[in-house]
């Protein structure tokens, strides 16, 4: 076996062992493309108070500039779909949020993945991300055969759906690469453009973050959410996953095996009233390896009393 196909073969299989549910390889390149959207959309303000996307935009368009020398690009899908939901008539969770924080669970993964390469590769140099730097992940996943991007601007894959962390790896080995995704299966469907409460979804996919839910519940740290969107929040406590709830690829996800994915137990079964009496302590305590630590306690309290949730016992 030469030595391409080797290194790719133990990359895949590695991926297989970890628990990914898929992985695809592409050439380290400059996005040049890209780089012209990203421009348009920040120019569009369409980031809102993210003022993190602005930085490092030659980072974001380029691995090699993350990783010196990189000539491979490597995809990862780790599927979060639930194989358990909320009761209908509590504040809602984004279905990322259920159980631990995606980003530790993740990043002790690719940590390990680096560590297994080394040992059956030999040296080699290379990053692990998942949101955790200015990696244009959707991008890479497209360019390793992973899927397409829908008008949700979600990956959408076509035998699993949208519910996928996506992580990336960039290493300074040449390995084989896969096809890039050059369809588009989301075809005249407009189900996630019609069902956004916000009418954050444009018609070209491109999402105005500046108008999204998860924006306003997860990222934006005003004391106060703009009052004209009032209503509009459909209950979302914390993300929302309405466009992706409605899409009609998302009948084929199925519940992920990860164990560290788990719903917290409170996320299913709180009330409003059990939400609204809960102390920051409490909090601290139940959600310290939760994603909505993000938000923080103050945050949760500002959402809870801005979106419209009916009270139950």
């Not at 916000?198 to 105005?208: G, R, W």
């Not at 994603?291 to 979106?307: A, D, M, Q």
């Amino acid at each position: 076996m030469a030595q391409v196909d080797q290194y790719t073969y133990i990359v895949k299989q590695t991926a297989q062992q970890l628990g990914f549910s898929y992985c695809g390889i592409a050439k380290a390149e400059k996005l040049d493309e890209d780089a012209r959207r990203l421009e348009a959309w920040l120019k569009q303000d369409m980031h809102g108070t993210m003022q993190y996307m602005e930085n490092h935009f030659e980072l974001r368009i380029d691995p090699r500039k993350l990783v010196p020398g990189a000539k491979s690009v490597i995809t990862l899908l780790q599927n979060y779909f639930p194989g358990e939901e909320q009761a209908t008539d509590a504040p809602q969770i984004a279905k990322y949020a259920f159980g631990k924080d995606y980003h530790e669970v993740i990043r002790l993964k690719l940590k390990t993945f680096l560590t297994t390469l080394n040992q059956q590769i030999g040296e080699i140099h290379g990053r692990g991300f998942v949101d955790s730097a200015p990696v244009l992940e959707r991008t890479w996943a497209v360019k390793t055969g992973a899927g397409w991007i829908g008008k949700n601007g979600n990956l959408i894959n076509k035998q699993h759906g949208s519910f996928y962390f996506i992580a990336t790896l960039i290493v300074d080995i040449e390995l084989l690469y896969d096809d890039p995704f050059a369809k588009d299966f989301c075809g005249t469907c407009r189900k996630c453009i019609d069902a956004c409460p916000t009418d954050a979804i444009l018609d070209n996919k491109v999402v105005d973050g500046s108008k999204c839910i998860s924006y306003f519940t997860i990222e934006l740290k005003d004391a106060l959410i703009p009052g004209e969107m009032k209503g509009k929040f459909d209950n979302w406590l914390f993300g929302c996953d309405t466009c992706q709830d409605v899409c009609p690829w998302n009948r084929f996800s199925s519940p992920n095996e990860e164990i560290s994915f788990t719903p917290i137990p409170e996320i299913l079964n709180l009330s409003t009233k059990e939400w609204e009496a809960m102390s920051e302590d409490a909090f601290k305590i139940i959600f310290k390896d939760s994603p909505l630590k993000r938000s923080k306690y103050e945050g949760i309290r500002r959402n809870l009393s801005f979106i419209d949730v009916p009270h139950r016992i």
